[in-house]
């Protein structure tokens, strides 16, 4: 993007959200569009000082319930950003859920947990129609799906039917049922977390699901001194309800219409694409297509996030693993040449223009 030569360069580093225009106060505008929510520092939906103030407010306040994981949280806020969905794969106990609901609640945004298990059903996640006797109709009630943050609680311990239910919804953002199509709220974000493939109990996630999702990280145990703070510090439930949104969704929102925004100059676009082809060349499928377009919105997030309105390679090699690692193998339980050895070997020798 092309700048005039008096123009302040700061100002070009953060996108300004647009203002609302309204003709009430700021107090009073916020009462009106956003009553139940009480913002943290301040922060009221009208007040709009950029895009990176917005999401390192976000960060910040999330790291402070999930210590020493600073660049797995990054991730997780890039992955919403680019209106992806999340995959979380690591043992019990290391703050998954706590995550999800960190990222919900720090936006004010709708949050619903589902336990999956070896004998759910699709039905009991996307709702049922059932018969008013009052109406003579069958009504459609809505499942736990119809939120806007959905945090998928050991997705791999439930069958590949009721894993497939989650496959347009992931996709299209909508629904399914009963020859009548259901939209999702907006913004609507998944995070699922998966146990080690060798767990008990588990079925592993078909290729077509693990595409859907835009990223997959690893939290793991946090290092000595970070540990050590989470110990003396205060229960990580309690600390969840005394959160409060440093954004409003609506700002959310515009944040994501503006990651699409992020110019990618053809040299860099020419990176993106000699890291599809080495990787088509080294694995038997290699990355898809859909995968080439998550590793650009990913990068176009990241950049976003550390005030850039153009991609650079590190924007790409920040985020490469978590996109391409599981869409090359399941690094966790396979020896040799797993997904994240391909994803690595591919960012370390594919030519930087």
Request: net charge negative; hydrophobic share 40%.
């Amino acid at each position: 993007m092309q700048r005039d030569e008096g123009e302040d360069p700061q100002k070009s580093l953060n996108y300004q959200i647009q203002r609302r225009t309204m003709s009430t106060s700021k107090s009073n505008r916020a009462e009106t569009d956003f009553p139940h929510i009480v913002f943290a520092k301040d922060i009221v939906p009208t007040d709009h000082p950029g895009v990176t103030d917005h999401v390192e407010a976000f960060t910040k306040q999330i790291c402070e319930v999930i210590v020493g994981k600073n660049q797995a949280v990054k991730l997780a806020v890039a992955c919403l950003l680019a209106r992806g969905h999340l995959l979380i794969e690591d043992i019990p106990g290391v703050g998954k859920t706590t995550l999800s609901q960190a990222l919900a609640r720090s936006l004010a945004l709708a949050f619903q947990r589902i336990q999956f298990t070896s004998d759910l059903l699709p039905a009991d996640i996307l709702g049922n129609s059932i018969f008013d006797r009052a109406e003579q109709r069958f009504v459609f009630h809505r499942g736990p799906l119809f939120s806007q943050v959905v945090l998928i609680d050991e997705v791999n311990r439930t069958t590949a039917k009721t894993q497939s239910a989650l496959l347009e919804a992931m996709e299209e953002q909508r629904i399914s049922v009963d020859g009548m199509t259901y939209d999702l709220p907006e913004p609507f974000f998944v995070v699922a977390t998966q146990n080690p493939q060798h767990a008990v109990g588990t079925f592993p996630l078909p290729e077509s699901q693990l595409d859907r999702f835009l990223m997959r990280i690893e939290l793991g145990v946090p290092d000595r001194t970070s540990e050590r703070a989470m110990l003396l510090g205060m229960d990580r439930r309690e600390m969840l309800k005394e959160l409060k949104p440093v954004m409003s969704p609506q700002t959310l929102i515009e944040i994501q219409d503006n990651v699409r925004k992020v110019h990618a100059s053809p040299a860099l676009l020419d990176y993106l694409q000699d890291l599809l082809d080495a990787s088509r060349q080294r694995h038997i499928t290699g990355l898809s297509p859909r995968a080439g377009l998550a590793l650009l919105h990913a990068s176009q997030a990241w950049a976003l996030m550390h005030g850039r309105e153009m991609l650079l390679p590190e924007d790409i090699q920040a985020v490469g693993m978590a996109v391409m690692a599981h869409r090359l193998g399941h690094d966790l339980e396979q020896s040799g040449q797993s997904g994240r050895t391909l994803a690595d070997n591919l960012l370390h020798t594919v030519p930087v223009p």
